[in-house]
């Protein structure tokens, strides 16, 4: 069973930065590609990034060029480095493996919240 603790989420006023963590219990961190997801107010989960076990990243649209993410395999560890934020940003986010398990099993997330 994989656990996943997500940390760093915090109140930052628009055109802040912050750096989301992931840590993760797993046997296979290493040949997995990870993902970061975020649940947005009145909306359902949806991905934002991702990072193959090649280190290949991929973003959606809205957050290109703002967002990064990277992997540090021997710590088991996945960041989100998130600059120029936006209140649209707002969420829960969370990481998984991508694509995300079928079972549903997520971790709790980190709340960040972007407002002035």
């Known amino acids: 069973q994989v656990q996943l603790v997500e940390s760093g989420g915090a109140l930052v006023q628009p055109g802040g930065s912050l750096t989301l963590s992931c840590t993760v219990s797993t046997s296979d961190f290493t040949h997995n590609d990870w993902g970061w997801y975020r649940r947005r107010p009145g909306l359902g989960r949806d991905w934002v990034a991702r990072i193959s076990r090649n280190y290949a990243a991929y973003y959606v649209g809205s957050v290109t060029g703002r967002f990064s993410i990277s992997r540090n395999n021997f710590e088991k560890t996945v960041y989100l480095r998130m600059n120029y934020l936006k209140p649209e940003d707002t969420g829960v986010y969370f990481c998984?493996?991508?694509?995300?398990?079928?079972?549903?099993?997520w971790g709790q997330g980190t709340r960040v919240t972007v407002s002035s």
């Open positions: 998984n493996t991508y694509p995300p398990p079928s079972n549903g099993a």
